[in-house]
């Protein structure tokens, strides 16, 4: 608790499923919490007094990360309320499957605006305004491993996110920041339930050695390691939380 105690994290799309509960376990760790959301205040607000409530600290922040300006309002907000930002999780983002053929332009451009230019738009401002000696945790996902069909898009905005990791590692030499990515396999949240037959949900969980799907608490668990203190000498990396999958 103590070595994070005075740290502050933002956690974008954390108003449910893995983001809450990366919020919640930062929380637990003594991390002061800013939610983002984009949509509906009230699980956000919900959140933020459980976590007020076991003693944390917590804000919620309305900012659509594809949104230059509300990226640069959230910052300033946390900043304005905490004095400044020392963890970014870029957990925000969103999957629409379908196969490159059939794949619209309008599929294809809100993925690229939320998965890759969000996280661009996160990244670019962290990298000006983190305080030294601070962590930025990206998103993958393992299908860029996998390649499985219908993935084609979504799978290619989190590769590009790969790459802006490993690069901003670098960039951000002398400052002890450190920049890696989780990359989840199946994980059991409505992005990645809804929409899938009860057949393929259980198919999908038998992929991995460990045959059961991921949880948001698996997951929290891997960012709260790349964050935390034990993480330290983890710089550049992608951390694929999968049970084994690939």
């Known amino acids: 608790m103590s070595d994070n105690s005075n740290k502050v994290a933002i956690v974008t799309g954390a108003s449910r499923g893995i983001g809450a509960a990366i919020a919640e376990r930062l929380a637990g760790d003594g991390f002061t919490v800013v939610i983002n959301y984009s949509g509906d205040a009230a699980p956000a607000e919900a959140l933020a007094r459980k976590i007020e409530d076991k003693g944390g600290r917590a804000l919620t922040v309305k900012a659509d990360v594809s949104d230059v300006e509300a990226v640069r309002r959230m ?8 004095g400044g930002v020392d963890v970014l999780i870029n957990n925000a983002g969103i999957m629409t499957l379908s196969p490159l053929a059939e794949s619209s332009d309008a599929l294809f451009d809100r993925q690229i605006a939320i998965n890759l230019k969000g996280t661009f738009n996160t990244l ?6 983190l305080r030294d000696g601070g962590r930025i945790v990206n998103f993958s996902t393992s299908v860029v491993g996998l390649k499985l069909e219908n993935y084609g898009v979504y799978a290619a905005t989190k590769a590009a996110v790969e790459t802006l990791t490993a690069i901003l590692s670098k960039e951000l030499r002398g400052r002890s920041i450190t920049v890696n990515a989780v990359a989840p396999g199946p994980t059991a949240t409505d992005l990645f339930l809804n929409g899938k037959s009860e057949e393929l949900i259980a198919r999908m969980a038998k992929m991995n050695p460990l045959e059961r799907l991921g949880t948001p608490g698996d997951i929290a668990s891997s960012v709260a390691f790349l964050a935390g203190p034990d993480g330290s ?12 999958m690939v």
């Open 233 to 244: 000498w983890i710089n550049g990396q992608v951390l694929r939380a999968n049970g084994g």
């Open 75 to 82: 910052f300033d907000a946390a900043q304005a309320a905490f």
């Open 124 to 129: 670019r401002e962290a990298a000006k305004r």
